[in-house]
């Protein structure tokens, strides 16, 4: 696991431990800031020697912020951008190098149902994730030579701490529950995976064509 709170890799190591069967399971942290794009290959390349063997890897650095377009907020943008587009972009090429020489693998990468559709106030958030989603996608083809597999995972409204005040979203589900979906969608080597499956898999294809107004009635 490679996160920038170290504390918090620590302490979930520990929970893990504590689960049963984990008390003789492998787990190695290390500390990475993804929006150091040039350190992300090295780190994780340092993580992955400690290990046996690596199978998966799960892309889910992100952040997200209210901002609104021309309201002086340009630099909490492109803090979006620079983690949840290219830091995200560089996890994937570190994989993808470590995949090609172990001959196969699966990456897993976190984007977000705001990838298929536009959120006000959410405007770099949501370009983030659409660029994120179309590097998945086109990766995807050009890796299946060399076998590696890719999963995409759409996440809609999940509650942590990742934004405050998520209970006037609809449709929210807990984190553990999202969890649990999720790694339904890893085990099958889906290539896409919405979560939460209901409603959120009825409504996918209708997002991109939903009318504007809909998000009038969510402030």
């Known amino acids: 696991m490679a996160a920038r709170r170290l504390d918090k890799l620590d302490a979930l ?17 290390i500390e990475l800031d993804v929006n150091n794009t040039s350190s992300v290959g090295p780190a994780l390349h340092t993580l992955f020697s400690h290990l046996n ?6 892309v889910n650095a992100g952040v997200n912020k209210l901002t609104g377009v021309g309201k002086g907020q340009l630099n909490d943008e492109l803090g979006l951008m620079q983690t949840n587009l290219l830091g995200a972009i560089a996890t994937v090429n570190a994989a993808v190098e470590w995949f090609k020489q172990a001959g196969g693998g699966h990456v897993v990468g976190i984007s977000s149902l705001a990838s298929l559709t536009p959120i006000p106030k959410q405007a770099a958030y949501c370009a983030t994730k659409a660029g994120f989603s179309m590097y998945l996608d086109a990766a ?5 030579k060399y076998k590696i597999d890719f999963t995409k995972i759409l996440p809609g409204f999940v509650k942590t701490e ?4 998520m209970d006037k979203f609809p449709f929210l589900v807990s984190a553990e529950q999202a969890a649990r979906e999720m790694a ?4 099958k080597r889906r290539s896409v995976g919405v979560v939460p499956g ?3 898999k009825l409504l996918k294809p209708l997002l991109a064509n939903m ?3 809909v998000w009038r009635y969510i402030k």
């Open 211 to 213: 009318p504007t107004g």
């Open 184 to 187: 339904n969608h890893i085990e």
């Open 13 to 29: 190591r520990a929970e893990i431990a504590l689960l049963p069967g984990c008390q003789n399971l492998q787990v190695e942290i």
């Open 198 to 200: 209901y409603p959120w």
């Open 162 to 165: 990742i934004v405050d005040d």
């Open 140 to 144: 995807a083809i050009e890796l299946k």
């Open 53 to 58: 063997q690596v199978d998966v890897v799960i």
